[in-house]
């Protein structure tokens, strides 16, 4: 092929950049699949490296960093635990920052904050590289199923630049503002569903010791304003016994505690959710931690005088 054709070859729409994915976790093992599946050449990276030997037997390369892998690719989506993860992963000794050049994009997915996010986007300009906060929300089931919800914060022409790659990933992709609206969109959509969460227990718990029937009571609640995508996953759980995390209670406390930090910061009273974030502390202290976060059931059983084992599935 002639240079000519090389580039002609480069600029068709199929043509993909390449990507590197870091933090191969419930949703980003998901995420980074759909990047395959899309066309993209995934390099990834993972602290444990046995979740990246599981994406390297379906095509990926794994890179030896963070650093290694953000100088073989265009585009570097990251999805780890929270702030302080991703300003490790950014600013690290061996941190995306050390191997960014010019023109890299670096595409967050992560839950942090506006700080955080900003504070990455400045590392990384001083290499040349660009930063979008691109947090999502749809749990691990639209991870899989490529259907997030995807609220984006960043400079306009680097969010054109992000969309090819998030449009692997979700169904709704939404541009919030500069860099850290993503993060604040977030948090806030988080504590909303967690207030809901806590609702959604105590009105079946309270539903179940009044005698009524689960089923009975979701038919009538879900065509209410009660509502909520919190009450169907509660429901659920609670119908089949089954509390493996698909959103943990130690993530769920996590981004509560981001929220009210948040709200501090801004001068904003949150009484819901500093309850919420007392009862998913009293979660964590009973040893429901890695329980999907609708285990808040259980504690509000517990509160009522009820057994409350932590359920082992």
Partial sequence: ???????????????????????????????????????????????????????????????????????????????????????????GPEGVARGAGAGLLHVDLTTATAEAAQAAARALAEAGAAFVDAPVTGGETGARDATLTIMVGGAPDDVARARPVLAALGSRIVHMGPVGAGQTTKLVANMIGGVALLGACEGIAMGLRA???????????????????????????????????????????KDFVLALEAGLRLGVVLPGAAVATQLFAAAMARGFAERDQAALYHVIRALNGEEAEVPTR
């Avoid at 240079?3 to 480069?10: G, K, L, Q, V």
């Avoid at 065509?223 to 493996?244: H, K, Q």
């Avoid at 995390?245 to 406390?253: A, D, E, I, L, M």
């Fill in 211 to 253: 005698g009524l029937d689960l089923d009975r009571m979701l038919e009538v609640f879900e065509n209410s304003s009660a509502r909520s995508a919190s009450l169907s996953l509660v429901a659920e759980r609670v119908r089949t016994g089954r509390f493996e995390p698909g959103f943990s209670v130690k993530n769920r406390y």
């Fill in 1 to 91: 092929m002639s240079e000519t054709e090389t580039r002609a070859h480069a600029a068709l729409p199929d043509a993909r950049p390449r990507v590197g994915f870091i933090g191969l976790g419930i949703m980003g093992r998901h995420m980074a699949r759909n990047l395959m599946r899309a066309g993209f050449p995934l390099h990834v990276w993972n602290r444990t490296r046995a979740k990246a030997e599981a994406l390297a037997a379906e095509g990926a390369l794994i890179a030896g960093s963070p650093a290694e892998l953000a100088s073989q690719v265009d585009v570097v989506c990251t999805c780890v635990t929270g702030p302080d993860d991703l300003l490790a992963v950014v600013s």
